[in-house]
Structures are given as C-alpha cells and as structure tokens.
C-alpha cells in the first residue's frame, strides 16, 4: 500500500499561475500541521498569505507541492538566506559564511497520513536541487527547540533528527535563532529557540 500510495503522488515546483493558486492550500496547510508538536503555532491565515506572498515572485524561491488525486497533500518551501529574515541569517555571520552561499529550507509540511513514504525525501531533493541551481553550497534549516518536560509534549513524541542526519545533515552547535508566534492556548506570542542544522553539499 505505501507503495502504491506514493506512485499516485504528484511532487513538483510551483511557479507562476500554478503557485499563485496553491498558495492558500499551502497556508492551510503550515497552520494544521504546525498546531501539532513541537511547534503549537497557533496560526491565522491573513499571516499567513503574507508571508507566502514573498514566494510568489522571488525567482531565488522554491515552492514545491505534493499533490494526491488533485488534492495538495504538503509543501516544502525554500529561499536564499539573505532574502529570509534577519532572526534567521543573524546566525550565521558569525560563522564567516557568507549568506550568499547559503539556501534555507523554511518548511516542510505534510499531512500526517502521508508521511513515511517518502515524500520527505522527495522534498529534500528538489531542495538540494534548487540550491544547486541557484550556486548555493549549503542548504540549512532549523527546528524549534522545546523543553522535554513540556506539558504539551506528548508521549509518542517523535524527533526527525534521525532522518536529517541520514541526509547528512548535521546540528550548528551554539548557532540558534530565536523567533515568535502565538503558541495553543496562550493569548500572546512568546520567543522559541531554534536549532540550525545544515549540510554542505
């Protein structure tokens, strides 16, 4: 069945008339999977058409699309690191790295009952891709980091740090960044940790 299942998802980059219309799919898609663990974001989506509107015209943006039967399934998303904001690229000139020589993978976002066919892969690749394209040597991301004795946590809690180290990926030790949002069930937006991890490719 997994196989069969994957064969019938179409992954692809969206530009132009096709990621225009995508765009609210994919916002409704960031606010449901981030509700869950570890993010809690308690997202709206008037935010969320900003944010995404940065990708519509950016020809150093990557916006790819999972589509089952019609139906956008998930999303990976991805720009240069100079064109992201500042919280996240401060980080990195320490490192004496240039931001010019690096992609940030912003998301990836993906409806539960499709993950663990493969499609993670799938995005990473059309990632590295871009980065590729664009003369980028490293492709980075990052993950919030949350307490482990969060009374949200839940108990099946499962981290993707296996998965990124198989891609070869590895942690920045120190390099954090810090960002806000509205967590579930708070009535205002608090600062999180987030790990960088990157890869040279």
Known sequence: MTAALAAEIEVRALTGAALEAALDGVAALRIAVFRDWPYLYDGNLEYERAYLNTYRDNPGALLVGAFHQGRLIGASTSTLMEDHAEAFSAPFRALNIPLENILYGAESVLLPEYRGIGLGHRF??????????????????????????????????????????????????????????????????????????????
């Open 124 to 201: 990473i690749d059309l990632r590295e891709d871009h980065a590729r394209t664009m003369q980028r040597a490293y492709v980075a991301f990052c993950s919030v980091k949350r307490p482990e004795t969060h009374p949200l946590k839940p108990a099946n809690a499962r981290s993707n740090d296996a998965f990124w180290l198989g891609r070869g990926y590895e942690p920045l030790p120190g390099v954090l960044a810090e960002f806000a949002w509205k967590d579930l069930g708070d009535s205002e937006e608090t600062t999180k940790p987030l790990q960088f991890w990157m890869r040279k490719l």
